[in-house]
């Protein structure tokens, strides 16, 4: 997604989306019975869709003034489709916004500040961490409300591992937190069991990225860029992520087999000992008939608690036409799902207020509770208009790496290149 330069692209973009839109968005600010509607635009799925719509249902039944009508967007274009969509004045009331995507938005100008109308409903924002808090900022303005925060972690399938000796007396993984002790674990695994997988990952694509984004950080790795919103300068550490891909690059092939078909099916059959993917997974496993399995946070091998993670958050598009009870039902709606947060824990995240992860209703939850000191050391993407370009220079380049076309110096020398190219761009 590109960002607006000038008039002459804004038009453009005024006109596409006015073309893609037209007819496909629902701009009746009532209901039949007299009620304000609120659109809601998600781009969710699966579990994940169904308990957002499972909150948005008792949002409605619990009052008859507003109604939230749910539109679910294709994901492939549905930042594209928040661009068009307000540029032609059609734009949703409220819609979901990953956190690393809202310095593109803002910079747009697509986007209203939240925590002054969202706590005047009662929401308040000292409940969420310093990193889930600043993740949403741009420029001193909180520009969405987290709902979650969903890091990268590890899955353990603990039949396999209690088979292959790898669980202690209360069943817990025996992950010793050094660089080499991961590792050590899966090829254990791999010598007791070498019928099945020892971890399961795809060679390339975001879930490597994912995780050489937690060893580089952990590693003591500088942010990528610097905090600098619209000329940022590339301040990523080479030697660092030259380290941490070689450390990465070494389980391929070895206790990772090279380029698996489908590696979440791996694990969901039972033919995996582990998994690294991210939060959201939990729900499928707890709905998989005798898969018995714990999740945990990435262990701490190196220097640095740090994890790869992003937030789910809610945005409030700009409308030029829109009256403050307008605005005051939309932030009245914001707070009722930050205050769902057990509620939208059961598709597997971690809720984004502190409160609520100290709460008897999500502690009670299995599994999430064991991974939920994550969230706290999720190192977000950095303020920049450049981060989903950037995201997609940087799995590149692990993909050539992981994949043996380039040896990590080569392929982080080519992130380092294709960052510089995005940035000038």
Request: charged content about 25%; aromatic content about 10%; overall charge negative.
């Amino acid at each position: 997604m590109h960002r607006v330069r000038n008039s002459k692209t804004g038009f453009l973009v005024f006109i596409i989306g006015a073309m893609m839109l037209a007819g496909c968005t629902n701009t009746e600010e009532t209901t039949a019975d007299g009620r304000m509607q609120l659109e809601y635009w998600v781009f969710l799925s699966g579990g994940d869709l169904e308990y957002m719509e499972d909150i948005v249902d008792d949002y409605n039944n619990s009052q008859d003034e507003v109604y939230v009508n749910t539109v679910l967007q294709d994901w492939d274009e549905y930042y594209t489709k928040i661009v068009t969509s307000v540029a032609a004045e059609r734009g949703p009331d409220v819609g979901i916004s990953h956190a690393a995507s809202i310095p593109e938005l803002v910079n747009q100008g697509l986007l209203q500040p939240v925590e002054e109308i969202t706590s005047e409903a009662g929401l308040d924002f000292n409940h969420f961490p310093e990193n889930i808090r600043e993740a949403v900022e741009v420029e001193g303005d909180s520009y969405a409300v987290p709902i979650d925060t969903h890091p990268f972690i590890l899955y353990i399938n603990t039949d396999l591992a209690e088979e292959a000796g790898l669980l202690d007396e209360e069943g817990h993984p025996m992950i010793e937190e050094t660089p080499e002790g991961l590792k050590e674990f899966f090829v254990k695994a791999k010598e007791e069991n070498p019928d099945v997988t020892p971890l399961s990952i795809s060679t390339g694509g975001v879930d490597a990225y994912r995780w050489w984004w937690t060893v580089y950080f952990q590693m003591g790795g500088t942010p990528i860029f610097s905090d600098d919103l619209r000329e940022p300068e590339i301040t990523l550490d080479r030697e660092i992520a030259i380290e941490a891909a070689e450390y990465i690059h070494d389980f391929y092939g070895d206790v990772i087999p090279m380029h698996i078909g489908d590696f979440y099916e791996t694990f969901q059959a039972g033919n995996a000992v582990g998994l690294m993917t991210g939060v959201w997974a939990t729900g499928i496993w707890e709905e998989t008939e005798g898969l018995n399995f714990t999740a945990l946070p990435l262990p701490q091998s190196f220097e640095v608690d740090a994890a790869q993670g992003d937030s789910h958050s809610l945005i409030m598009p700009i409308k030029e036409e829109q009256s403050q009870e307008r605005r005051e039902a939309i932030a009245e709606f914001m707070a009722f799902v930050s205050d769902a947060g057990a509620e939208w824990a059961k598709a597997g995240h971690i809720p984004a207020r502190s409160d609520i992860v100290d709460s008897p209703e999500f502690q009670e939850q299995p599994f999430r509770s064991d991974y939920a000191e994550a969230a706290e050391n999720v190192v977000f993407t950095d303020k920049t208009i450049f981060q989903n370009p950037a995201e997609t220079d940087m799995v590149r380049a692990l993909d050539e790496i992981m994949s043996n076309r380039l040896t990590p110096e080569e392929g982080i020398d080519e992130m380092i290149n294709a960052l510089s190219v995005t940035t000038r761009q």
